[in-house]
């Protein structure tokens, strides 16, 4: 097997350019993306998701690129593209085939493809291996090898950094294993984990963010519970988790790329086989009907204080997926207007983080830059650290006499006796 002296990372988005960028401090590197614009900017140190700051391309030894030609010197392959769902929460793996077709148009023998995009047990083997064999004429562990490293990069998370956070590898047999390993361990500090196989690997990354979703469920679905109970959801946690194995989860809306979407490639896969998982997609179930739920809530307490829905106005502190990010995909927060725009309320929508050119960005969606007058409703869905520091006093400045906050992540709970307005939270 060739020494491994080249790496190319396929894909350039929040997982691909941090890998990049980290194994192009200890390997000459070949990043490629098929977005012309992308690789403009990166050529120019600028990544416009914020993810990566200017320093961080510095001291790089690495090669931006958006034609394939220039992979042909690569010998070990990362490959970290997009893995979403459809409108029928069905796998697109186009971005992965495509991939796939194009390292086997510059592979050689004996080298290493390595996949990080999340996908279900047995994708890599099953549906990626043979569209490189498809285009390159080379057969898979005779003439190269395949490994799968799931990737665990928490965007807006300047702590948990690629260097420290463990790393699961696998592959091909023992001896690609081993190679692999090889290569990471130079990037990785925090230790490397060796999975059994790659259907290993997989399975474990995407049980990573099932598992999160459905406990999330949990808590979403107590939060109703207790909402007609008559008591905050955000109390009874507190009282629990004095119990010495409670897991403290939270309520809250799940969107992004990961925990609402990984899930569904589970159940994919699990249907496919003939078992349909009942907790996972129930646990998927609560957490979509959560923004429906809160602008139901918005507007129930709106009319009960006499207000006239079709005359109210809302404001929405955050569209992000998660706090301190500029990333929009599949933002539940969209869900939020709309079912606020179901009862005829005006929304307006705030975010300093939100780019009103991302190609995410709804059309109807109406970002302002600025709050302008009083508000029926305002609602912080997202608790950006801008929000935070502005204080709730901030919001009541712009809140009508008798108006309703819904402090999604109950940030600000001493707003709860505060007469001036009516304070909810999941």
Known sequence: ????????????????LPVALEFARDYQVVAFDIDSQRIAELQQGIDITEEMLPQEFEGCDIHFTDQKEDLKDVNFYIVA??????????PQLDALRQASKTIGEVLSKNDIVVFESTVFPGCTEEICIPEIEKS??????????????PERINPGDRKHTLRK??????????????????VYSK????????????????????????????????MNELSIIFDRVGIRTKDVLEAAST??????????????????????????KSIELGYTPDVILSGRKVNNQIPHFIAHKVATSLVKSDRKLNQCRVLIYGLTFKENVRDLRNSRVFDLVNGLEKFEMHVDALDPHADPN?????????????????????????????????????????????????????????????????????
């Open 187 to 218: 990037v990785i500090e925090a230790g490397i984990f060796k999975a059994k196989s790659i259907k290993v690997a997989e399975a474990a990354k995407i049980i990573e963010n099932t598992q999160r979703d459905v406990n999330i469920a949990l």
């Open 358 to 426: 991302d190609a995410e960005m709804p059309s109807h969606i109406n970002l302002i830059q600025d709050a302008k007058g009083d508000y029926d409703a305002i609602i912080l869905a997202v608790a950006h650290e801008d929000f935070i520091q502005m204080g709730s006093n901030h919001l009541l400045q712009h809140l009508k006499e008798g108006g309703v906050i819904y402090d999604v992540k109950t940030v600000f709970p001493e707003l709860q006796s505060n007469p001036a307005c009516i304070y909810l939270s999941l």
């Open 165 to 182: 956070i463990k790393k699961i590898v696998s592959a091909t047999d023992e001896e690609s294993l081993e190679r692999v390993y090889e």
């Open 81 to 90: 593209v997009p893995t979403p769902v459809d409108e029928h929460k069905i």
């Open 136 to 149: 390159s004429g080379l057969r898979y562990r005779q003439d190269f090898k395949a490994g799968y490293s």
């Open 1 to 16: 097997m060739a020494s491994l002296n080249k790496i190319g990372v396929i894909g350039l988005g929040y997982v691909g």
């Open 243 to 268: 119990k010495w194995n409670f897991i403290n989860f939270h309520p809250g809306l799940v969107g992004g790329h990961c925990i609402d979407v990984d899930p569904y490639y589970l159940s994919y």
